[in-house]
């Protein structure tokens, strides 16, 4: 278990440049996560999922179908290193944390400024839940559960 834990944020991405590089499994899943947040998602990679590509079809996000390079990072936000190539992945890692980019490499927690958390949504309500790198499956279990807490309460509250 680690000691290192992360602090909770929230943060507006509405306005924030993002870049994922990668077109596979985990960049897609990553993709639709923050599609509930920003539309401003750059994703850079030779070969895109099909899923992707109807995103970008629809206007969600923009492709840009080739292999990453560092000028793609320059006025990134926050960068998702999404690759198959560890090697890649770390030497994105390594610009970001040149630049004072944030960045998440999806295959080492060690090189990840945030940690992406499972997302449960409900109207404005949103919460955020992480095992801090560790325990992936009890991290789910948990969200699914809160979840469908959040899908047993009434849409909005009234005061008392």
């Not at 839940?129 to 789910?140: C, M, N, P, W």
Request: charged content about 25%.
């Amino acid at each position: 278990m680690s000691d290192k834990r992360f602090f909770p944020l929230f943060i507006d991405l509405s306005d924030k440049n993002i870049v994922v590089v990668g077109g596979g499994t985990i960049a897609t899943r990553r993709v639709k996560s923050l599609l509930a947040f920003t539309r401003n998602i750059t994703v850079i990679a030779p070969v895109i999922s099909n899923e992707l590509q109807v995103f970008s079809m629809a206007g969600h996000i923009r492709l840009t179908p080739r292999q990453v390079k560092r000028s793609d990072l320059t006025n990134a936000f926050m960068v998702l290193a999404a690759t198959n190539d560890w090697k890649l992945n770390d030497a994105i890692y390594n610009i970001c944390k040149e630049e004072g980019i944030f960045v998440n490499v999806v295959n080492d927690r060690d090189e990840c400024d945030f940690y992406f958390p499972g997302i449960c949504i409900q109207d404005s309500m949103v919460v955020g839940v992480t095992a801090s790198g560790e325990d992936h499956k009890r991290a789910k279990l948990l969200r699914i559960a809160i979840q469908k807490m959040m899908e047993q309460l009434p849409s909005t509250m009234e005061e008392d």
